[in-house]
Structures are given as C-alpha cells and as structure tokens.
C-alpha cells in the first residue's frame, strides 16, 4: 500500500514538475501509446505475481 501511494506522489510530482517548468511531460502523446505503457505495466505485474507465487 505504502508503494502505491508512493508511486502516485512521484507521479503527481512529475507531472507538477514539468508543468511548471513547462517541459513536455515524459508520456506518450497519443491515447494508444499511454494503453501501451498501462498493458506492459500490468503485464511485468501479472509476471512478478505468478513468478515470485511459487
């Protein structure tokens, strides 16, 4: 719990971070690239579960 709530403090950070800096955020652009990094994150997730399971 303590690592979610981390990783979304880091996240809001960055995104305030580059917003203020005005730097282009560090994101794919388009819709399908960010469903690309949300399936390749549930993908290493889903691996890490079933690998570290056993």
Known sequence: MTGAVMGI?????????????????PAPPKLIGAGLVV?????FLTADYFLTRS
Do not use: E, S
């Open 9 to 25: 403090v880091l996240g809001l950070g960055i995104g305030a971070a580059c917003r203020r800096l005005d730097l282009p955020l």
């Open 39 to 43: 399936l390749m994150t549930l993908g």
